[in-house]
C-alpha cells in the first residue's frame, strides 16, 4: 500500500510538471490520448499563490464568440461562455488565483480551460477590481482578459463539477452572480460597441 501511495503521488507531481509545458504544445499537434490526458490535469492547492499588498491576486478571462443572428442583416451577435459556481449557486465566468510560475495571461487562460473547457485568445487586460472572499475576509485583486474562443474541449478538469453555457449580454448580466464580473462584462460591451444590445 504505501508503494501505491508513493506512485500516486510522483504521478501526481509529475504531471505538476509538465503541465505548464504541455499547455503550450498546440493543441491539434497532440494525439487524442495525450490531449484528454492534460486536459484532465488541474492545479490545486495555493503554495505558489501572488498576494500583492495583502491583496490575492486572481485572474480570469470573459470567453465569448461571434454568432450569427435570425435577423435579416445577418448581423454578427456577440454571446460570452458562463460556467456553474462550484457550490452550484449561481453562473460566473472563469478565474482563479495567478500563480507565482506564470504570467497573469497564462494564469487566465490556464484557469478558463480548467474551468470552461475553452481555449482562445486573449485581448487586452480588464480591470482591476477589488472584493472580499465570500467564503473568509481575504481581499481580492482581479482581472479579466477578454477570450474569443477558438475551441471547446471535450473534457477538460472541471468537466464534472461545472455547467457551462452560450448566453447573450443580457442573459450574462442578469445570471452572473457577482457584481465585479458584471463591471468587467460592461467593460468589455464597450469594447464592442455591436454588442449593446
Same mark, same amino acid.
Given at each position: ?20 509545458? @504541455?499547455? #503550450? ?14 486536459? @484532465? ?8 499563490? !501572488? ?10 478571462? &470573459?470567453?465569448? +464568440?461571434? #454568432?450569427?443572428?435570425? %435577423? ?5 451577435? @456577440? ?61 481580492? %485583486?482581479?482581472?479579466?482578459?477578454? @477570450? ?10 472541471? #468537466?464534472? &463539477? +461545472?455547467? !457551462? ?7 450574462? !448580466?442578469?445570471?452572473?452572480?457577482? !457584481? ?9 460591451? +464597450? ?7
Amino acid at each position: 500500500m504505501r508503494h501505491l501511495s508513493f506512485f500516486l503521488s510522483n504521478l501526481t507531481n509529475f504531471f505538476n510538471f509538465l503541465f505548464p509545458f @504541455l499547455i #503550450k504544445i498546440p493543441s491539434k499537434s497532440l494525439p487524442v490520448q495525450i490531449k484528454t490526458m492534460v486536459s @484532465l490535469a488541474s492545479r490545486s492547492g495555493r503554495h505558489l499563490q !501572488r498576494y500583492e499588498e495583502g491583496y490575492r491576486l486572481v485572474v480570469g478571462c &470573459i470567453p465569448y +464568440r461571434y #454568432k450569427k443572428s435570425q %435577423e435579416p442583416s445577418s448581423v454578427e451577435e @456577440l454571446e460570452v461562455l458562463v460556467i456553474s459556481a462550484q457550490n452550484g449557486q449561481g453562473m460566473l465566468f472563469p478565474k482563479g488565483g495567478w500563480e507565482n510560475d506564470e504570467s497573469m495571461e497564462e494564469a487566465a487562460k490556464r484557469e478558463t480551460e480548467e474551468e470552461a473547457g475553452v481555449i482562445g485568445v486573449v485581448g487586452d487586460k480588464l480591470g482591476p477590481w477589488h472584493y472580499q472572499s465570500k467564503r473568509s475576509c481575504i481581499m481580492h %485583486e482581479s482581472y479579466m482578459y477578454p @477570450l474569443l474562443v477558438k475551441e471547446e474541449l471535450d473534457c477538460w478538469p472541471e #468537466k464534472k &463539477i +461545472r455547467e !457551462r453555457r452560450w448566453v447573450t449580454i443580457n442573459e450574462a !448580466r442578469e445570471v452572473c452572480h457577482n !457584481r465585479w464580473m458584471r463591471e468587467a462584462l460592461e467593460e468589455l460591451v +464597450r469594447l464592442h460597441p455591436q454588442a449593446q444590445s
